[in-house]
């Protein structure tokens, strides 16, 4: 079966961190660009960032740059984003996605694959 699955959403304090756990099935893994969107309540879909097949290129949105990292792991078939500094803004469904190439801002209708998503909420 074809999917994305993501973990590690919760209830978190302004100020702390969370890491999002993305783990696929499924697909090439290895050649396939991994993505991390969010949408937060009465909001469209956003880029939050992107890392490439090996893992050299990797890219983020503006409001996130000095406070996520995307990693992945092609052994384990899994992407993380592990988020610090987190604010109420970011506040979201985290969703993890594939698409052919990895963009500076991807647009969603370029997804070739989503996961369910996943809730973050930051408290202030």
């Known amino acids: 079966q074809v999917q994305l699955v993501e973990s590690g959403g919760g209830l978190v304090q302004a100020g702390g961190s969370l890491r999002l756990s993305c783990a696929a099935s499924g697909l090439s893994f290895g050649t396939t660009a991994m993505n991390w969107f969010r949408q937060a309540p009465g909001k469209g879909r956003e880029f939050v960032g992107a890392i490439g097949w090996s893992g050299i290129l990797v890219y983020y949105a503006d409001f996130v740059k000095g406070r996520f990292t995307i990693s992945r792991d092609n052994v384990k078939n899994m992407v993380y984003l592990q988020m610090n500094t987190l604010k109420p803004e970011d506040t979201a469904v985290y969703y993890c996605?594939?698409?052919?190439?990895?963009?500076?801002?991807?647009?969603?209708?370029?997804?070739?694959?989503w996961g369910q998503g996943t809730q973050v909420t930051v408290s202030s």
């Open positions: 996605a594939a698409s052919r190439l990895p963009r500076r801002s991807l647009s969603p209708t370029d997804v070739i694959l």
